[in-house]
């Protein structure tokens, strides 16, 4: 996969925003983590031995969670208007941004294939109107991986 030569053409302004986008700790994952420790969960944080890091480790329940962002990861929900792609710059922003799903999709399969579950949350998800439920969902699908039975169909991730 050829990486994407684009500083050559990005202003230092532009530049200087885009470092500014986060890789960890980012808002929506830490919502995620304050409201899984309210719930009394306890979990490591961005295991750089697995595929991906992780951002959410359950080593006891063998599961993982990823906060995705709806825009750099290619939410595939049409309901979701954080995915949508800019306007401008095409060229650069769809193999960018597919290379990103790609290496989501490669991550999982690896972390599966080694025995573990793989829970992902999208940032929509995790807005004040939402986090709730998406906790509840969150819980009942670690209570079902530690229980032994099989999670809940619902397919909210």
Same mark, same amino acid.
């Given at each position: 996969m050829?990486? !994407?030569k684009a $500083?050559?053409h990005v202003s230092p302004e532009r %530049? /200087?925003?885009?470092a500014l986008?986060k890789?960890k700790?980012?808002k929506p994952?830490?919502?995620?983590r304050? /409201? +899984?420790h309210?719930?009394?969960f306890?979990?490591? *944080?961005?295991d750089? &031995? =697995?595929?991906g890091h992780? #951002?959410i480790v359950?080593? %006891?329940?063998k @599961?993982v969670?990823?906060?995705?962002?709806?825009f750099?990861h290619?939410h %595939? #929900?049409?309901n979701? $208007?954080?995915?949508? +792609?800019? $306007? &401008?710059? +095409?060229?650069f922003w769809?193999?960018k =941004?597919? /290379?990103?799903?790609?290496?989501d999709r490669?991550?999982k &399969?690896l +972390?599966e294939?080694?025995?573990?579950?793989?829970?992902?949350?999208?940032?929509c998800? @995790?807005?004040? &109107?939402? !986090?709730q439920s998406t !906790?509840?969902?969150?819980k009942k699908? *670690?209570?079902?991986?530690? %229980?032994?039975? #099989? /999670?809940?169909?619902?397919q =909210?991730?």
């Amino acid at each position: 996969m050829a990486r !994407i030569k684009a $500083k050559e053409h990005v202003s230092p302004e532009r %530049s /200087a925003q885009m470092a500014l986008v986060k890789g960890k700790n980012t808002k929506p994952e830490l919502r995620v983590r304050r /409201a +899984l420790h309210a719930a009394g969960f306890r979990y490591r *944080l961005h295991d750089k &031995s =697995l595929p991906g890091h992780p #951002d959410i480790v359950f080593r %006891s329940r063998k @599961t993982v969670i990823f906060v995705h962002g709806c825009f750099w990861h290619r939410h %595939s #929900d049409p309901n979701c $208007k954080l995915a949508r +792609l800019p $306007k &401008s710059r +095409l060229e650069f922003w769809e193999p960018k =941004l597919e /290379a990103n799903a790609a290496r989501d999709r490669r991550n999982k &399969s690896l +972390l599966e294939e080694a025995g573990w579950k793989v829970i992902t949350i999208w940032e929509c998800q @995790t807005t004040p &109107s939402t !986090i709730q439920s998406t !906790i509840t969902n969150t819980k009942k699908q *670690l209570e079902c991986i530690t %229980s032994n039975t #099989d /999670a809940p169909k619902t397919q =909210l991730f």
